[in-house]
């Protein structure tokens, strides 16, 4: 079994920062891949960025150059980094992994979400 604690969300004024953070925990080989998506009322999950084991990152168009994802091999952690947040941005945000076990071959894994909300 793996386990995803995420933290870092709550409420930020427009052109402000927060940075969100997923850590992993249980029966995990190698982390193959770690990323974060989004998702507001009425509308699918979205990518926001995600990270591969080899460090190649991938960014959605409209968090480009505002959002920052990073990694922490040791602690099985991922960050997301958002500075000059907007309105715009507000969701839920969730981690997800995509982990080989120790036993159970590989597994993708979702955090509980965390909101995110931009405003005045």
């Known amino acids: 079994q793996v386990q995803l604690v995420e933290s870092g969300g709550g409420l930020v004024q427009p052109g402000g920062s927060l940075r969100l953070s997923c850590a992993a925990s249980g029966s995990i080989f190698r982390v193959n891949s770690m990323g974060w998506y989004r998702q507001v009322p009425g509308k699918e999950r979205e990518l926001v960025a995600r990270i591969r084991s080899g460090g190649i990152t991938n960014y959605a168009d409209s968090v480009k150059g505002r959002f920052t994802i990073s990694k922490d091999n040791a602690k099985n952690t991922v960050y997301l980094q958002m500075n000059s947040l907007k309105p715009e941005d507000t969701a839920v945000f969730y981690c997800?992994?995509?982990?080989?076990?120790?036993?159970?071959?590989?597994?993708?894994?979702w955090g509980q979400g965390t909101l995110v909300t931009v405003s005045s």
């Open positions: 997800n992994l995509n982990v080989l076990q120790i036993i159970g071959g590989v597994v993708e894994v």
